[in-house]
């Protein structure tokens, strides 16, 4: 018979069953949103001297940092966001 309660952790030999995974994870988490953030304001300054500019910034991302940056760029500058989109409607297809 199958349970559907979750398993809990094998217990360390000292006791507890923390494995320490958890606040490298948040660190990293962390240091991919700085980037990210510092990714978005240079894509935001970018749109001054034009789609290509941008665009190129982005071509140099990963993927999931590409989707940060744009989701942060709208949050920051909804105006130049705004703009972006409408000097380049295609914008989505920079994300693949």
Not at 2 to 20: A, Q, V
Not at 34 to 43: S, T
Not at 64 to 88: H, I, N, S, T
């Amino acid at each position: 018979m199958l349970s559907s309660s979750p398993s809990t952790p094998p217990i360390n030999e000292d006791g507890d069953n923390n494995r320490g995974g958890m606040d490298r994870d948040e660190e990293l988490s962390d240091s991919w949103w700085e980037r990210v953030k510092y990714y978005a304001q240079l894509a935001i300054e970018r749109v001054e001297y034009g789609i290509d500019a941008v665009k190129e910034l982005l071509s140099t991302l990963t993927s999931d940092e590409r989707c940060g940056v744009m989701l942060e760029f709208e949050d920051v500058d909804p105006d130049k966001f705004a703009q972006l989109v409408a000097d380049a409607p295609q914008w989505t297809e920079w994300m693949a």
